[in-house]
T-cell receptor, first 113, second 112 residues
């Protein structure tokens, strides 16, 4: 069974559109994260949520709005997409906040044209 | 900003041990060394972590020098499937954010 899953795997859309990426973990973890990996392969944290509460917001534009309906889900909604948003987005989870053994999903490759 | 230094790339022959070095000369007393890897087009995968003692699990061994300023990840019998980017990360074990800072890592190419 997949531990951390993301949908969709690929997302191609035009500038100005609004899109969402969904993430689910079946590990019973309290904490979930969103990371962005750009074209140069740098992997950088965007958000972390613990028990549905926002913990980290790494100076991400407010066009990005994470939503955690429950501990097992952390979705990422992006408004007014820009070319620079093109990247691979990874969801991750850990048993508790600040436990650095994190489990990553397969990633969502977002292409904005 | 990453607090570690790794060689950008390394090669290893299949079946041989792969030894991946990491320099973390500014590591603090309570910071652990974590290793992750990212196989092409997949999400990062946790490998191992340690504080000061050597650690071993089913994937790898971690050797940390006595002064804790450097460490080596050892894959004892590398296979082609171990070809990946390997990231060395230092972080306090229980920070209040869970933030992992990934550097550029080492691209390990395992060759037949």
């Amino acid at each position: 069974d997949t531990a951390v899953s993301q949908t969709p795997k690929y997302l191609v859309t035009q500038m100005g559109n609004d899109k969402s990426i969904k993430c689910e973990q079946n590990l019973g973890h309290d904490t979930m994260y969103w990371y962005k990996q750009d074209s140069k392969k740098f992997l950088k944290i965007m958000f972390s949520y613990n028990n549905k509460e926002l913990i980290i917001n790494e100076t991400v534009p407010n066009r990005f709005s994470p939503k955690s309906p429950d501990k097992a889900h952390l979705n990422l909604h992006i408004n007014s997409l820009e070319l620079g948003d093109s990247a691979v987005y990874f969801c991750a989870s850990s048993l508790r906040l600040a436990m650095n053994e994190q489990y990553f999903g397969p990633g969502t490759r977002l292409t904005v044209t | 900003d990453a607090k570690t230094t790794q060689p950008p790339s390394m090669d290893c022959a299949e079946g041989r041990a792969a030894n991946l070095p990491c320099n973390h000369s500014t590591i603090s007393g309570n910071e652990y060394v974590y290793w992750y890897r990212q196989i092409h087009s997949q999400g990062p995968q946790y490998i191992i972590h340690g504080l000061k003692n050597n650690e071993t699990n089913e994937m790898a061994s971690l050797i940390i020098t006595e002064d804790r300023k450097s460490s080596t990840l050892i894959l004892p019998h590398a296979t082609l499937r171990d070809t990946a980017v390997y990231y060395c990360i230092v972080s306090p074990p229980y920070s209040n954010t869970g933030k992992l800072i990934f550097g550029q890592g080492t691209t390990l190419q395992v060759k037949p």
